[in-house]
């Protein structure tokens, strides 16, 4: 921030975090700043199926400037931060050549950078190597704008207060003096009437993900690309529809903040820190772009970020399926028909190949079926990724009220049900969704109780899962036991528990609900509850999912202990990793390396989806 009145120092005032916004207040001089970070979201009234807006990749910085002692004084605004990252958006190769443009034409100014020899469906670091960014604002008598060394274009604004419109036509490698493009705002007089600009800013690819089905190889687009000509148009949209998404978002806010409120203050702390990290993981994608786009094919993929605390990339996946059970409860309490669109390729699998189990996820960047299939033989999360599968098909289905995806894959519904009447109750080392595991372990108590859940969903199985459920009882004395061959009761999460609450079965007797608080209780650490007392490890949605199947059956549970540790956490962490952490340890409170920015905090709206 720069001023050309004075020379004053910024500081910070506070900071406060909503769903979809990061809100600073400043003070610098006479001068206070409020400045917004927004990701629009709009999911609320008659919005819900807005996909255009929830597919575009564009977020807003607006900045606020009032007079704090009822003078009047001269402030221009040049966000050098933001604009300085924007260069490496493009690429992780610094070496990498870039190239750039600029239309200073009409009412809208558009900066827009990407590489000069892309390399589409590749990523390094975290960052895809193909795509444009772009930056972008309403023009005003007091805009200016540059393209240039980054260097040389700070001192002319930190000497001036204004840039020189003009564009470097060098195009060059990202390291070569640091091209960067540039925007500055001149506020003018402020007084006590705020004065306010803002800049949109974002990263678009098209196509956005290379997905296989049996018809062959598709380049898939993001849905908002079926409605504009241009991805300039859709920028110039996202501009002019700033105020509406503002609007929109706030209402989102006001809803999901008091709902998570009447729980407590400090679970709705943090869902309003996890919201915006689990859709960024998401993306809405359409076979083909514009007119050609068919709008009767949607396909949500979800990607697992997977950055340590160090901001080094962790080898991640497409579509997981334990990421999307956990996505499941903020999608069922925001849009439940997007989980059919998360659930379609995973049903387009087992058509292509006769498979008694589902798939565990789509792979990083497959090449082709053939690899898929492969990976999928060698599966040891065939167990996890089943019951998962059917507990989520008809939980959407539930919450959207539309059996038709369930009818038209009923035998593949009936073909993984006989696998886990086979598998569920006592099945062979699996891995599971609690990632901290890197063995298969066998007969597990949680994983037991879910396939059996799963199983009491297809109705010729309804004594099996009887059956199974009676015997699992005995097993693993009421879900106190990690393991069936566990020495003793030791306290876990038995996180399973939340399918018979989202499905709405109670089909788990009270007693095990019972032994489970208990277990809550006496395993209860500094920062949360471990997912087994042979681990520190702990889990975000794990722990949500828990109290969410307990509090449903005691409100008792309804007071500040069950949630002051999770929020302990996410306070402290805030400064210690790139982004919100679901793995961590429940004793120190240190994020578990390489789960940093995954969508699987989304598993925090497990209350909200049963409210």
């Known amino acids: 921030m720069g001023g050309r009145s004075a020379d004053n120092d910024t500081v910070q005032t506070q900071a406060q975090f909503t769903p979809t916004r990061t809100i600073i207040n400043s003070r610098a001089g006479p001068v206070d700043l409020v400045i917004t970070f927004l990701s629009a979201l709009d999911l609320t009234g008659e919005k819900t199926n807005d996909l255009v807006r929830l597919s575009l990749p564009f977020s807003y910085l607006s900045v606020s400037a009032v007079s704090n002692d009822g003078g009047s004084h001269a402030v221009s605004d040049k966000s050098g931060r933001l604009l300085l990252l924007v260069l490496e958006w493009i690429t992780s190769d610094t070496g990498d050549p870039a190239v750039w443009s600029t239309d200073a034409n009409g009412s809208i100014?558009?900066?827009?950078?990407?590489?000069?020899?892309?390399?589409?469906?590749?990523?390094?670091?975290?960052?895809?190597?193909?795509?444009?960014?772009?930056?972008?604002?309403?023009?005003?008598?007091?805009?200016?704008?540059?393209?240039?060394?980054?260097?040389?274009?700070?001192?002319?604004?930190?000497?001036?207060?204004?840039?020189?419109?003009?564009?470097?036509?060098?195009?060059?490698?990202?390291?070569?003096?640091?091209?960067?493009?540039?925007?500055?705002?001149?506020?003018?007089e402020v007084a006590t009437q705020a004065q306010v600009v803002t800049f949109t800013v974002g990263h678009s690819r098209d196509p956005a993900v290379?997905?296989?089905?049996?018809?062959?190889?598709?380049?898939?687009?993001?849905?908002?690309?079926?409605?504009?000509?241009?991805?300039?148009?859709?920028?110039?949209?996202?501009?002019?529809?700033?105020?509406?998404?503002?609007?929109?978002?706030?209402?989102?806010?006001?809803?999901?903040?008091?709902?998570?409120?009447?729980?407590?203050?400090?679970?709705?702390?943090?869902v309003a820190l996890a919201t915006r990290q689990a859709f960024a993981s998401i993306e809405i994608t359409l076979n083909g772009t514009g007119p050609a786009a068919d709008l009767q094919d949607i396909k949500l993929f979800t990607k697992d970020a997977?950055?340590?605390?160090?901001?080094?990339?962790?080898?991640?996946?497409?579509?997981?399926?334990?990421?999307?059970?956990?996505?499941?409860?903020m999608l069922i309490y925001t849009n439940p028909n997007l989980g059919n669109y998360a659930l379609a390729s995973f049903f387009e699998?087992?058509?292509?190949?006769?498979?008694?189990?589902?798939?565990?996820?789509?792979?990083?960047?497959?090449?082709?079926?053939?690899?898929?299939?492969a990976i999928a033989d060698r599966s040891t999360t065939r167990v996890p990724a089943t019951a998962n599968m059917i507990i989520m098909t008809y939980a959407f289905m539930r919450y959207t009220g539309d059996a038709k995806l369930a009818a038209k894959h009923y035998y593949t519904l009936k073909a993984w049900a006989d696998y886990l009447v086979s598998n569920a109750l006592v099945h062979s080392d699996q891995l599971t969704g609690d990632w901290f595991m890197t063995t298969g372990v066998s007969n597990q108590t949680n994983l037991a109780l879910k396939g059996l859940i799963a199983l009491k969903m297809n109705e010729d199985e309804q004594d099996a899962a009887k059956s199974g459920l009676e015997q699992w009882m005995e097993l693993s004395k009421l879900g106190t036991k990690f393991r069936y061959e566990s020495s003793s009761e030791q306290p876990q999460l038995l996180h399973g528990l939340y399918a018979d609450k989202i499905l709405g079965l109670n089909?788990?007797?009270?007693?095990?609900?019972?032994?489970?608080?208990?277990?809550?209780?006496?395993?209860?650490?500094?920062?949360?509850?471990?997912?087994n007392e042979q681990y520190s490890i702990t889990s975000i949605p794990w722990q949500y999912f828990?109290?969410?199947?307990?509090?449903?059956?005691?409100?008792?549970?309804?007071?500040?202990?069950?949630?002051?540790?999770?929020?302990?956490?996410?306070?402290?962490?805030?400064?210690?990793?790139?982004?919100?952490?679901d793995v961590y340890d429940s004793i120190t409170g240190i994020a578990s390396p390489g789960y940093g920015l995954r969508g699987n905090v989304g598993g925090s709206y497990a209350l909200l989806a049963l409210g």
Request: aromatic content about 12%; some cysteine; glycine content about 4%.
């Open 306 to 329: 997977a950055v340590d605390n160090t901001g080094s990339s962790r080898d991640g996946v497409l579509s997981s399926v334990d990421s999307l059970y956990s996505i499941m409860t």
């Open 210 to 270: 290379k997905y296989f089905s049996e018809a062959g190889e598709q380049a898939r687009s993001l849905y908002f690309r079926s409605q504009f000509s241009s991805e300039v148009e859709a920028v110039r949209y996202a501009v002019s529809e700033y105020d509406n998404a503002r609007t929109a978002s706030v209402e989102f806010d006001n809803r999901v903040q008091d709902d998570a409120a009447r729980y407590s203050p400090d679970y709705a702390s943090v």
């Open 507 to 531: 089909f788990v007797p009270e007693s095990v609900y019972a032994a489970q608080r208990t277990q809550w209780a006496t395993g209860t650490k500094s920062f949360g509850v471990p997912f």
């Open 546 to 581: 828990t109290l969410a199947a307990m509090i449903t059956g005691d409100t008792s549970l309804l007071n500040s202990a069950p949630f002051a540790p999770i929020k302990n956490f996410t306070s402290k962490a805030q400064d210690n990793i790139y982004g919100l952490a």
């Open 109 to 188: 100014l558009i900066h827009q950078m990407s590489l000069r020899n892309p390399r589409p469906y590749l990523e390094a670091r975290q960052r895809a190597q193909w795509g444009t960014v772009y930056l972008a604002t309403n023009r005003t008598s007091g805009t200016t704008w540059q393209t240039g060394a980054e260097t040389p274009i700070r001192d002319t604004f930190l000497r001036s207060g204004t840039l020189r419109n003009t564009i470097d036509t060098d195009f060059r490698p990202v390291n070569d003096t640091w091209p960067i493009m540039a925007i500055a705002q001149d506020l003018g």
């Open 349 to 373: 699998y087992p058509q292509t190949r006769a498979e008694s189990y589902a798939l565990h996820d789509l792979v990083r960047y497959v090449q082709c079926l053939t690899m898929l299939y």
